[in-house]
């Protein structure tokens, strides 16, 4: 033959499935298991080891070589519970609490549910998107100017450029051959994360807390990890507001208390002014409308309508924190079509932003956001 073809045909080559082993051992997935568990009660030990115990009746977690007896003792072995409670509220008095080898493992549990699993960066900020001499490298390429370091020149791109020059003749590098790696500004921000501690965060059949928990540990998490520049404080917020810790967070309850976002507001204000960034934002997540405030006579409460009383002192500080640059974002969780009349004004009187989102997707619309930030001139 004088010539010659060869034909190729594609298809599907089928192979059993055989699904990736859990390589795990019995303790790894039982922790995992019971750090959500920990979650939902609220950093009860006892109310979670029954709902595990239910869990391994219904599902079989365990078997004869690994029972959740096994499990317990690994977790004292292991530094992840405590006898006792440790003074502040915490744990089950005289019988087991949780340590704080246990509350840092939630938290990385709750950043990698949410915002995926993330190296830790040993520099950190937020992209100001301007270009000059920063820290970070945006993969555009300059001439070299007076004044520019030596460690922002690309030594690679120099020397093509030298080689093109030269066009076979005598090597040399010139300083109009070298190129600079751009980069940009990054900014540290300040944030107060402020939670709604009202009782309607747990009516209606839906549990709201817990979300809203998740969701705090994993932005805490994830911001002294990534952006340990930043400082991030939290406030809840019900009949009156008051400051937690980030260890605080697991213990977390919804109380009694009708939403006094004033005061929640008034408490953000007064710990964004100690703050030296000029990068300075709120968080708000809430499911109702504010429905209290806190005078010289006691509260004054109502909890049918938009109190215009109420409403209108709230209107005033997102004013105020719009004269001294700081927006308000507001994650409204519950779905009320009445409620977005207030959160439309409140958006408005600040400039900030409002988010409707569903208890799934809190996460994500925090996480994009944070990340969003920019640096502004104060």
Known sequence: MNGSY?????????REYIPELDKRSPFERLLEIFLELITYTSGDVDEALDWLRELDKE???????YTIEDFIEDLFAKG???QGGDGDGEGNGGGSSISAKTEQAIRKNAMEQIFGKMKKSTTGGHRTGQAGSGDEPTGDRRPFQFGDR???IDFT???RNAQIRSAGGEFSLHEQD??????????SASTVLMIDISHS??????????PAKKVSMALAEYISTRYPKDTLDI????NDAWQISVKDLPYLKVGPYHTNTVAGLQLAMDLLRRRKNNNKQIFMITDGKPSCLKTKDGYYKNSFGLDPVIVNKCLNLASECRKINIPITTFMIAQDPYLQQFVEEFTEANNGKAIYTGLGGLGEWIFSDYERNRKRKG
Do not use: C, P, W
């Open 201 to 210: 965060m747990i009516l209606y059949g839906e549990d709201r807390i817990t």
């Open 150 to 152: 030596a460690d922002q």
């Open 178 to 187: 070298l190129e600079i790696r751009e980069t940009e500004l990054k900014a």
């Open 6 to 14: 060869l034909y190729i045909m594609q298809g599907f080559l089928f």
């Open 235 to 238: 406030i809840v917020f019900g």
């Open 80 to 82: 992840y519970l405590q």
């Open 157 to 159: 791109d120099s020397i």
């Open 59 to 65: 599902h079989r977690l365990t078997n004869d070589d």
